[in-house]
């Protein structure tokens, strides 16, 4: 198995949420979540987001696929994250082309080349009352959706070529973007991987506090 499958199924092993907060598109405020979905959808969705992390560090530590190099992966002593942050959490609707057009996009990687994937479709949500736009992009002959995305973090507290959104698929189109779940490609642990990163048009222009923070490794 290729190397960029072997990522993109290790990724998936660890990336898969339970959908939750069905709700129209929004940000969810740090006070009015509550009353949104109620305490212990959140409480769940929070607790989720903690456990899964504390298994991609069990991974990274002990598995013989972790992504580290092998005298990383000896030293390893966890990921860095921000705090869990439940405002970050966006739904509304997977926006597709209307007449069904396939447009592809090259996206650009870590060793100078591009790889193709299919323009899925469209999220449209809001942050603090700003509207943004991020493309969803599928895998060439997979069913596997990829959303990179750039933000001001990057190059500072985050790895300096963006990180990587699951995105949970509901019924209907509808669709959900945890930004605590936004985790770094392979490539930010390892220089062996290839890995793509986010167009111009996956680019917000705004800092994103949430998710995986800068891998530095322990010395």
């Known amino acids: 198995m290729a190397v960029w499958e072997i990522e993109k199924k290790l990724v998936a092993e660890f990336f898969i949420f339970t959908m939750l907060l069905v709700c129209p598109m929004m940000i ?3 006070y009015g979540a509550a009353e949104a979905t109620g305490e212990d959808a959140l409480a769940t969705r929070a607790k989720r987001i903690e456990t899964e992390r504390e298994e991609k560090d069990r991974f990274f530590r002990e598995s013989p696929n972790s992504p580290l190099r092998l005298k990383d992966q000896k030293t390893f002593r966890g990921l860095s994250y921000y705090p869990i942050d439940l405002r970050y959490v966006v739904s509304g609707n997977l926006e597709r082309d209307p007449k069904g057009r396939k447009e592809y996009a090259k ?3 870590n060793r100078g080349n591009f790889r193709t994937y299919i323009k899925e479709g469209v999220l449209r ?5 700003r509207e943004f736009v991020l493309i969803v992009y599928r895998f060439l002959g997979r ?4 959303l990179p995305f750039r933000d001001r973090t990057n190059g500072q507290e985050t790895y300096e070529n963006g990180r990587y959104l699951d995105v949970e698929i509901l019924a209907d189109e509808e669709f959900i973007v945890d930004f605590n779940t936004a985790h770094n490609p392979f490539c930010a642990y390892n220089p062996k991987y290839t890995c793509a990163y986010a167009s111009e048009e996956n680019v917000l222009d705004v800092a994103i506090p949430c998710g995986e ?4 490794a322990a010395p």
């Open 107 to 109: 996206l650009p990687t």
């Open 125 to 129: 949500f809001k942050i603090e009352g």
């Open 28 to 30: 969810f405020p740090p």
């Open 143 to 146: 069913s596997n959706l990829f």
């Open 213 to 216: 923070k800068k891998f530095v």
